[in-house]
Structure formats: C-alpha cells, structure tokens
Nanobody
C-alpha cells in the first residue's frame, strides 16, 4: 500500500515563504509524474505545479516565478518551495504521484493534504 506523507504547511504572512515536502512510502516500483494541487474553500482542486520523471516542470500561471517544484527520485519525494506568498495562495495543498505499484499498473496516489494559510 502506497502512502504519501506531506509536511511543511502552516501560517505565514504575505510575502513569506514555505516549503512543502511529500514522501512516498510503501511498495512502489516506479514513479512517473509528481505534483502539487490545491483546493481553496468553495473552489475546485487545481494544479499548482508538476514535474515529470525527466525533470520537466509545469506551473499554474498564478504561481509562476514564485513557486519552484523539485523532486528527489532516490527518496521518492517531491517538494514545493513557495516564495512571495499571497493571501490567495491560501488552500489545502495535496501531493500527487503517478506510480507503478503492487497492482502492476500505473495509479494516481494522493496525499492527505496540508493547510497553507497566508494572512497578516
């Protein structure tokens, strides 16, 4: 059973920074795309940033230039460095991994979510 464990959320002032981390545990033979989504109250979940196994990145327009996604394949981990945070970045952030596990097929795995609140 694959689990994604997230950490790093919290409360920060506007203009501040946070770094989210997500580590996959359990039996997972290969990982393809990794990414971060977020969901604000009353809104749909949206892609924030994603990174392929080859290191190609993709960002939502609203976070370009402020957020940086990275991954450590050896640690089965993905990170999101968030700088210049704005109140509109407030949301629950979810880690997402496309992985090949014990069902011998590619599957979508999700973390439990971590709250990020940007407020003065």
């Amino acid at each position: 059973q694959v689990q994604l464990v997230e950490s790093g959320g919290g409360l920060v002032h506007p203009g501040g920074s946070l770094r989210l981390s997500c580590a996959a545990s359990g039996t997972i033979f290969n990982i393809n795309n990794m990414g971060w989504y977020r969901q604000a109250p009353g809104k749909q979940r949206e892609l924030v940033a994603a990174i392929t196994s080859g290191g190609t990145t993709n960002y939502a327009e609203s976070v370009k230039g402020r957020f940086t996604i990275s991954r450590d394949n050896a640690k089965k981990s993905v990170y999101l460095q968030m700088n210049s945070l704005k109140p509109e970045d407030t949301a629950v952030y979810f880690c997402h991994v496309v992985g090949y596990g014990t069902r011998f097929t590619w599957e979508n795995f999700w973390g439990q979510g971590t709250q990020v609140t940007v407020s003065s």
